[in-house]
Each structure stands twice: as C-alpha cells, then as structure tokens.
C-alpha cells in the first residue's frame, strides 16, 4: 500500500549479513528492487570467480547493491541533519546507488575484455530504455532516468551527490569492502563504516571528514590496499578468470569457422557478432554461461572441451611469476616449445597484469583523474588527507604492478611423450622466475 508521499504503508526490511538490516521506506526504492531488470543481479557473483579460490565468495550483485542503497540511504540521512535536501534529489541518490551496477554481464569483467563491452554504458541503457526500471523512474518524473543515469556516469550537475556513489571514499567502496570481506573469510577489510559516516560533512563538490575520523578514513584506505592484493588479484582467482576469457575466445574463434556445435551457443551469437541488443544481453546470466560450459566439455574441439572440463572441475592453471625483461627473451622459444608438444600457446601460455593504485591526490589532466580525500581541520580549512596521514602518504600515488605467467602444469608434468621438450619448458619458466 503505498501513500500519498511516495512511502510505503510500512517499512520493509531486509535481513543482511554486512550491514545486519536494510530499510526500505520509499516506494519508488521497493518497486526498483522488484523490476526483473534488478532481480537478474541475483543470478551475477559479485566476485566473478572468487568462488573457486574462497568458497564463501558466492554473495551476487544483488547482495552488493542494497548493500550500496542501504550505505547511501545512512548517508543521506546523516548528512539531511547537516542541511536540508530537496526530496527529489534524495531518491534520485538513493536510485543511482541502486542501480549504479544493474548492466553488469556475469563474470563482468572477463566478459568485457573478451566482447569489448562496458558495463556502464548498458547500466545506462538499462536506465533510459525499454525496461521495467525505466518505467518504475518515469512514474516519479519523465526526467529521473536521466539524472540517475548521469548520477552514475559522473555527469549530473550536483557533484556532492556524484561523490557519494563514485569517488575514492562512497558508498560503492565501502559496501563491497565489507561484503567482500564478510565472505570471503578475511579480515583485513573491515574498518569503522559507522565512524566514517558520523564524521562526514558536505561540501560543495564532495563529502569532507573531520580531522578527528582520520584514523577510521586511514583504515578504510588500508583495507582497499589489502583487499586487492590477497582477494581481488588473488593469483588463482585470476588463473580461474584466465581459463574463462580463453574459453570464450574459443568459442567465439570456432563460430566464426562455422564448427558445427553440438550445443550451438545461442545466446552469444550477437556477441561474437558485436550486434548485441539489450533484450539479449539482459537475458546473459551465469547459470546460462555454465550450462554452456558444461556442456562444451563434450566437445570434439580439443581445447574448448579441456578448457571447460578445467573450468568446471576446478583444474586450474600453475602460475609463475613473471619478469617482462627476462620474459621478452624466452617468448618466442616458448612458444615454438609449446607448439612442438602440441599445445597451442595462444590458449596455454598466457600473461596476465593486475595494478592497483591504492590511493591518489589529485593529478590535474590526467585521464583518471582522482579527487584527493579532504580533512575538515579544526580551524575549518580543508587538508588533504596525505599531508597529514603518514600511513597513507605512505601508499600514495604508487601504482603496484605485477605479472603472472600462466601454463598447464599437469600436461607439462607427464613426461611419457616429449620429456625433453616439457622438461626445457619447465625450466625456462623456472628460471624466468628467479
């Protein structure tokens, strides 16, 4: 039952693990979580493959995103004591924190590597076309998809409201940190979200902290720091989303020779065409890509069954690490080696890069430019939280980079035929190593 003011009767409630309830008052909020658009996030891991290195890691999209509403929503409420704000643009920012990951594909990111997509720009499809989203938006007002969509494209004339969703402390940020953590097991990524939301202040273009919260901001900055490097760039998590990628390419490579499929992969023709429509791309989900899986592990094309048959029983790639000076000179032997024992390097030998920049002031020009994080100083002058946070100064604008080599270990350990071969390969990896 909803009433005159855009309220429900009553308010809904959502038990959740992170952030132990999520309040819903605002009809508009209950119907977005309704549409079918918002519910396909349930079928989307949150972590991609994660889950094959920590098997809590199986919280969706869906989890994430009423966790960043519920985040937002405290926010708002937080800084409306500060000063008042028009009602408007406060479910304008609550939707945007909603919404602000519903065009993710599964396993988001290897999926955009391989089709060249971009989730944001079918976030924004989503948003302004032919969906129930759309329609639920235009019930408040014909121009709300338009400011939710340039909310989450960092377009919308209101900067404070971009910054609580997409900056380098929001909403967004804090939410999955904590879930991802809760999850996957670990414990460095929690940090005070209560503490951080208490000492938050509105300013013009972005939210600023007071100097006596810097501890908690400290925190939250180290626990992004770790994140990345124990779960984000996790090297069998990426060895997982390697194997991913390379099926997909295989698949896409055996169409485009007109293969004759035993299970023709229906759903990515249009991608492997590059003429994807929403209405197919919002049908993508990972139950649909693992039925693909396994059912390529049957088969006659050798590699995109014993990609599948890796994927699916967890046989992942070895890695080694991997030093692109040292490595330049080894390639083109490697391949040559590979391709005598009759594996096909373009699917068995494959680099990968992970980089973080944990925390960055502001590089004017530069073309992802970052808002530093700025600290309310008891005098009332802002400081940006490097020059007064040693811990941070620390970490800095220092990009970390590492490589990864990643190869079939098994095949290379049966030594029943090519022994020589596989033997100069495993020490040629070996040594590029050290």
């Not at 997409?166 to 990524?189: E, H, K, N, W």
């Not at 391709?339 to 002031?361: C, Q, R, T």
Request: aromatic share 12%.
């Amino acid at each position: 039952m909803e009433r005159q003011d855009g309220k429900l009767e009553e308010e809904k409630v959502f038990k959740d693990p992170v952030h132990r309830y999520i309040h819903v008052r605002d009809e508009l909020i209950w119907e977005l979580i309704g549409t079918k658009e918002f519910q396909r996030l349930r079928r989307i891991r949150q972590l991609g493959t994660t889950f094959l290195t920590f098997h809590g890691a199986e919280h969706t999209r869906f989890n994430h995103s009423l966790g960043v509403y519920e985040v937002m929503r405290r926010m708002v409420e937080n800084l409306e004591k500060k000063g008042a704000w028009d009602e408007e643009e406060r479910l304008v920012c609550l939707a945007s924190a909603l919404l602000h990951d519903v065009g993710h594909g599964p396993f988001s990111h290897s999926f955009e590597k391989v089709f060249h997509m971009d989730h944001e720009k079918w976030t924004r499809e989503i948003i302004l076309g032919d969906t129930e989203i759309n329609k639920v938006l235009r019930q408040m007002s014909p121009d709300v998809p338009v400011k939710v969509a340039d909310v989450i494209a960092k377009t919308y004339d209101n900067k404070l409201l971009v910054s609580l969703i997409s900056s380098q402390i929001d909403a967004d940020r804090m939410d999955y940190l904590l879930r991802d953590a809760f999850y996957t097991g670990v414990s460095y990524g929690q940090f005070d979200m209560e503490r951080i939301l208490r000492v938050m202040r509105p300013e013009e273009d972005q939210a600023v902290f007071k100097h006596s919260g810097m501890h908690a901001v400290e925190d939250y900055i180290m626990s992004r720091y770790q994140m990345y490097w124990q779960v984000y760039f996790h090297p069998v998590t990426r060895s997982a989303e390697v194997i991913l990628s390379k099926i997909l390419h295989r698949a896409r490579e055996l169409l485009a020779e007109n293969y004759p499929f035993k299970i023709t992969p229906i759903h990515f023709k249009s991608m492997f065409n590059g003429e994807v429509t929403l209405k197919d791309y919002l049908k993508l989900d990972e139950s649909i890509i693992l039925y693909y899986f396994q059912a390529w592990e049957e088969e006659d094309d050798p590699i995109l069954s014993d990609l599948c048959q890796r994927f699916m029983n967890r046989r992942l790639f070895k890695y080694v690490e991997c030093n692109p000076s040292k490595q330049m000179l080894i390639w083109p032997e490697l391949q040559q080696l590979f391709k005598k024992i009759g594996l096909n390097p373009d699917y068995y030998l494959v680099i990968d890069s992970s980089s973080d920049l944990p925390y960055d002031f502001y590089r004017p020009g530069e073309k992802d430019e970052r808002l530093p994080i700025h600290l309310l100083m008891p005098d009332g002058r802002l400081r940006e939280l490097s020059r007064e946070s040693d811990v941070v100064e620390a970490i800095s604008g220092k990009k970390r980079t590492d490589h990864k080599l990643y190869f079939p270990e098994d095949f290379l350990s049966d030594q029943t035929v090519f022994a020589e071969e596989k033997q100069k390969i495993l020490s040629l990896l070996t040594n590029q190593e050290g």
